[in-house]
């Protein structure tokens, strides 16, 4: 990610020096805005944006923002948008070639609220990840949800585990860029829910087109593994996306 200096940064650091910290902040527009394979508009496009602050010592925090819809939710008490807020710590382990990073992860919906979502439907969870070479593997966990509240399990309910493994090999030709993912979704909720079928896997490539000063431009797509109580849709999905750096 390509990070701006600002004087902003000396401030926040209270005197340091301005080689200590950056500020960055991007912009992006999605056909289909999927997470872990599920998409969270309905289908429709999407408009998303952020802001980070980073520290040379491997402290970071931010926050980031895209419109959504959820079809289960009632029109009157539905959330539009998805704010997160995030901070983490990550560097090297020595010299071994192998990265960490550790993040605690708000994902707020204001507006949520009707019956057919159980009410509020925030949650928050705690990550950590191992990186070498161009593999990076991910575990993130649940460790609080509103929904806790009305005592049904369901999907992101506390104890839920998500595990990925990405693949990036860090080259390009003319520009182009691919990637790689597979992730799993272990949802606590699963078989207790009148013996919901809640878990899945999900997969998927990308291709990115660096534009230089006019951002980057992706195809991207994603599957999931077997439609179930979770989400009916196990047909592969195409995006498009561009994003920009700051």
Known sequence: MKHTKTLLATAL???????QAELSANLGVQSNYYFRGVTQTGDSAAVSGGIDYAHDSGFYLGTWMSNVDFDTQDSDS????EIDGYAGFGNDIGDTGIGYDVSAWYYWYPGAGGDAQG????????????SWAWLTGTVAYTFWS???SDNKPRAFDSGDLYYSLGVDPGWSYEGF???????????????????????????????????GDFGSFSVNYEQID?????????????????AKDF
């Open 13 to 19: 650091l209270a005197g340091a020096s301005v080689a």
């Open 78 to 81: 539905k959330a539009d948008v």
């Open 119 to 130: 009410g509020d439907i925030d949650y928050a969870e705690a990550s950590g990840s191992l």
């Open 146 to 148: 509103e929904l806790e």
């Open 177 to 211: 860029a691919p990637t790689a993912f597979i992730g799993h979704y272990e949802f606590d909720a699963d078989g207790d829910c009148n013996a919901c079928d809640l878990n899945y896997t999900h997969w998927g490539i990308g291709i990115s087109k660096d534009a």
């Open 226 to 242: 077997d439609a179930n109580d979770f989400s009916d849709d196990d047909n592969p999905n195409f995006w498009l996306g561009w």
